[in-house]
């Protein structure tokens, strides 16, 4: 089970057979919102692809995903995955590691993605890094950079 909190306002583990990190055993996810038929472990349940399962958040506007491991890890690539089948938007998403507990945060990739449903309508990304020690994973979604009342979404976060 995913052992998750939503945020308010304000030794190396073995990979699984796929190479991804087992996060529901590794860490616990922050989450700014969830909708409740959609909640963000939806995002780590190993379904990939368009249609896939995937978190939405709740709220319009900006939200935050972070993975607070339990004990540092290495971390060798993150993949995502994100589909958006009813709304023409850019959607933007950085994400940033933490050595020292989430006191600070060193930005790794900063995405923007263009969605215009239904010809452009899901992304796939990998991005290699070599990280060590990360005690916090964070991913900040702005879901639309044109400001629209729009809701973030993720179909798949991985770590390797």
């Not at 304000?10 to 616990?28: H, I, T, Y």
């Not at 349940?45 to 890890?73: C, K, N, S, V, Y």
């Not at 060798?76 to 998403?93: D, G, K, M, S, Y």
Request: charged letters at 30%; a negative charge.
């Amino acid at each position: 089970m995913l052992r998750k909190q939503i945020l308010s306002p304000v030794k190396q583990e073995p990979a699984g057979s796929s190479g991804v990190l087992d996060v529901s055993a590794l860490a616990r996810v922050l989450v700014s919102s969830e909708e409740r038929d959609h909640p963000v472990d939806l995002a780590f349940d190993g379904r990939g692809g368009p249609g896939a399962t995937r978190w939405i958040a709740a709220e319009t506007g900006e939200q935050t995903l972070i993975l607070a491991f339990d004990r540092p890890q290495a971390v060798r690539a993150i993949r995502l995955e994100v589909e958006e089948p009813e709304v023409a938007r850019t959607q933007e998403l950085q994400v940033a590691v933490s050595t020292d507990g989430g006191q600070s945060y060193r930005e790794i990739v900063r995405q923007e993605y263009n969605f215009s449903p239904p010809d452009t309508s899901f992304e796939r990304e990998r991005w290699a890094t070599t990280a060590e020690d990360l005690t916090h994973l964070r991913v900040v979604i702005r879901p639309d950079k044109g400001g629209a009342a729009c809701r973030a979404s993720v179909t798949t976060l991985a770590i390797e």
